[in-house]
């Protein structure tokens, strides 16, 4: 899954969340969802992050 859209299934898992009549069982579900979802973000951040590091040493250069 991109960045893109796993940054957007998390704002709408964020939007159910915000519903106070949700079952347990599916305030889980999307809690355990979105706690995958966003270690997915971090990873592509982190790897963007490096990415932008290598470019910048190389125009250090």
Same mark, same amino acid.
């Given at each position: 899954?991109?960045?893109? !859209? $796993?940054?957007?299934?998390?704002?709408?898992?964020?939007?159910?969340?915000?519903?106070?009549? %949700?079952?347990? /069982? =599916?305030?889980?579900?999307?809690?355990? !969802? $979105?706690?995958?979802?966003?270690?997915?973000?971090?990873?592509?951040?982190?790897?963007?992050? %490096?990415?932008? /590091? =290598?470019?910048?040493?190389?125009?250090?250069?």
């Amino acid at each position: 899954m991109k960045f893109e !859209e $796993a940054y957007k299934r998390l704002n709408e898992i964020s939007a159910e969340m915000d519903n106070k009549d %949700l079952p347990l /069982e =599916k305030a889980v579900a999307l809690y355990s !969802e $979105a706690a995958r979802l966003a270690e997915a973000c971090r990873e592509d951040i982190e790897a963007a992050k %490096l990415e932008i /590091e =290598k470019i910048d040493n190389i125009g250090a250069v």
